[in-house]
């Protein structure tokens, strides 16, 4: 499993930023993703995921401002950011084969990362 994230930048407080994560084969369009992030010197934090059905959960701190969601392809997720914060500043992650175990979500497979930074 490959994956590969893209679309990260700086931008403005307030403003927005899509993200782009391309995976190889089906894995994509057949298993549940999900994007983490993580901060200088903090853990890495689940942000959202979306299940093989469609169903999408977020994370408080982006709920209402993020969405995520499945290219027509089936071969790209995708992270729309918008009122972006500060605080939103991180390395952003793509994962595959996602799941939530007591609580705390996890995934088997990762990309290597693409920087957000608000300011």
């Known amino acids: 499993v490959q994956l590969v994230e893209s679309g990260g930048g700086s931008v403005q407080v307030g403003g927005s930023l899509t993200l782009t994560c391309t995976g190889s084969g089906d894995t994509i369009s057949t298993h549940c993703m999900s994007w983490f992030r993580q901060a200088p010197g903090k853990e890495r934090v689940w942000v959202a995921s979306i299940e093989s059905d469609g169903t999408t959960e977020y994370a408080d701190s982006v709920k209402g401002r993020f969405t995520i969601s499945k290219g027509s392809g089936a071969t790209t997720l995708y992270l729309q950011m918008t009122s972006l914060k500060p605080e939103d500043s991180a390395l952003y992650y793509c994962?595959?084969?996602?799941?939530?175990?007591?609580?705390?979500?996890?995934?088997?497979?990762w990309g290597q990362g693409t920087q957000v930074t608000v300011s």
């Open positions: 994962a595959a084969q996602c799941g939530k175990d007591d609580g705390t979500w996890y995934a088997y497979y």
